[in-house]
């Protein structure tokens, strides 16, 4: 009987066993066969996986292939990319919801795809996760785990450009050793060493650009979940310190689509209220993005002013909000501004600007010529050569910088007490910007006489060059100097035909005069 027991289980262990490799053969052929057969928009394939009893491991492999096709897979007419990722995604997210037994495999295949090489499949499938996975309670952590993990990745020594590049240029410095004649070095060295070079720069270059693409793989759909909570951006600004050069421009690249979505939102603005240290540069391109093209929210400006103060002593944290600063705190800053470098001051000037076109804050362009008069380079601390550098870069914008605007800057100039060191370095350049200036600039010399310029030695030196420069417009002013004054003005700028000319000039304006011409 024991015997007979142990026959009929064998029996029922084979018969089950034979029935089960059936199923899994039919149904296998059942979903190729929709899969060849109808087209990708049809959902008999997805009605079919999810009534199924059971979907062995060869359906679930079969799925995975649909959803992550490798690269060498997308010029196969394209049966498994395009709308066919679309189907195999579609059929994943029906059996998630409606088979909770196998949700975590058919998870699995959905994070796979959405790290896959190809953008086509990644894009889709991060539209899928973020967008309809993402909310659902039960897999939610899952998939953030899963995003950070891929992130992270990037810095944990999976995202080496350096190593890559070295690694290319061996490859091809082998290559291009291995063709090269044996007695190449005694006919061209000089030619092959310039070959090798252009090789291994080329290498550097595309190694560096798949780099990139590598690391935007890896945090595409990190970026996603950002969208869904803002909170997560923290963990980039965490990383960003860490980040080679070829992931923070991945970086880079995600954060305008990114910022924009978001806007300044109560968990972004946290952030921004206190970055991690070595995240300036990503602070930067965020607060940039922030005010781009658009009026940035009070908040904002608060954070960011604080930041200032508190935190970030570099002038450069405001640059973004520039336009929308009231115009006293503008001008308590601008020393700072006019002391940095001067691209950088270049690249401020046009957000200072900005402001008087908005709600009129800020400076207009004549206040920010007085403003760098105002500027003394042993009070604040400032090399003159910068103070005259910030006054060049204002020169070079003639459409801004306008002659109306130069006539109003040195009219109110003239008027200070005392008279700013680069006043006439700044009337000797408006003449060389703008000639048809020049009776204007006598009505200021004659104003600088009535004021006793002499007494001002570098600024009687520049007094002098404007009326060498402008002569025969000058002579008048001249002879309103008085005789001890004119004599040292005409030792200095006068030619001897000025000499002529001024002393047929003095008859006309008193006999006193030609003292100093004999």
Excluded at 248 to 275: C, F, N, Y
Excluded at 371 to 399: G, Y
Excluded at 433 to 461: C, D, G, H, N, T
Excluded at 493 to 501: F, N, Q
Aim: charge should be neutral.
């Amino acid at each position: 009987m024991r015997l007979y027991g142990e026959a009929e289980e064998e029996n029922d262990f084979f018969s089950s066993t034979t029935a089960t490799s059936a199923y899994e053969t039919f149904l296998l052929n059942v979903v190729e066969a929709l899969r060849d057969s109808f087209p990708p928009s049809d959902k008999s394939l997805s009605r079919l996986l999810g009534d199924a009893p059971y979907l062995p491991k060869s359906v679930l492999k079969l799925l995975e292939c649909l959803c992550c096709p490798g690269p060498c897979e997308k010029s196969e007419k394209e049966v498994q990319s395009g709308d066919r990722v679309t189907q195999g995604l579609s059929a994943v997210w029906s059996l998630i919801l409606l088979r909770p037994n196998i949700r975590d495999v058919c998870l699995k295949i959905a994070l796979q795809s959405a790290v896959n090489c190809l953008e086509e499949v990644r894009m889709k499938a991060i539209r899928l996760v973020a967008n309809k996975l993402y909310p659902l309670p039960a897999i939610a952590q899952q998939i953030e785990d899963f995003a950070k993990d891929m992130l992270f990745s990037t810095v944990k020594g999976g995202i080496t450009e350096r190593t890559d590049a070295v690694a290319l240029v061996t490859r091809s410095q082998m290559d291009i050793d291995s063709e090269k004649p044996t007695n190449e070095h005694q006919a061209g060295g000089m030619v092959g060493k310039d070959s090798s070079s252009d090789t291994d720069q080329s290498c550097m270059s595309e190694s560096a650009s798949s780099s990139i693409s590598e690391a935007q793989r890896c945090m595409s759909l990190y970026f996603a979940l950002c969208t869904k909570k803002h909170y997560l951006f923290r963990e980039v600004f965490i990383i960003y310190k860490s980040a080679s050069k070829s992931v923070k421009q991945a970086i880079h690249r995600h954060i305008p689509i990114l910022v924009r979505t978001m806007g300044s939102s109560s968990e972004l603005l946290e952030i921004i209220s206190d970055p991690p240290s070595g995240s300036e540069n990503l602070l930067m391109q965020v607060l940039h993005t922030l005010t781009d093209g658009t009026v940035p929210s009070p908040e904002l400006v608060s954070n960011v002013r604080r930041l200032f103060d508190a935190k970030f002593k570099d002038v450069e944290i405001l640059f973004p909000i520039l336009p929308f600063l009231p115009r006293d705190e503008v001008l308590l800053i601008f020393p700072q501004l006019v002391n940095l470098p001067l691209d950088k001051f270049q690249l401020a000037l046009p957000r200072l600007l900005q402001a008087s076109s908005h709600s009129g804050q800020g400076l207009s362009p004549a206040e920010v010529l007085i403003a760098i008069h105002a500027i003394d380079p042993d009070r604040d601390a400032i090399p003159l050569k910068k103070v005259t550098d910030a006054c060049n870069a204002c020169f070079e914008q003639r459409q801004i910088f306008t002659q109306q605007v130069l006539a109003k800057v040195l009219n109110q100039l003239v008027e200070q007490i005392p008279l700013p060191l680069l006043f006439m370095r700044t009337v000797l350049q408006a003449i060389g910007a703008f000639p048809s200036l020049v009776e204007f600039i006598m009505e200021i010399l004659s104003r600088l006489v009535s004021k006793q310029i002499w007494k001002y030695p570098k600024l009687w030196v520049g007094f002098l060059k404007c009326a060498q420069l402008t002569k025969p417009q000058s002579f008048g002013v001249l002879l309103q100097l008085p005789p001890p004054q004119l004599e040292n003005a005409l030792n200095r700028v006068a030619s001897s035909r000025l000499l002529w000319l001024l002393m047929l000039a003095s008859r006309t304006y008193g006999l006193h005069f030609q003292g100093l011409f004999w």
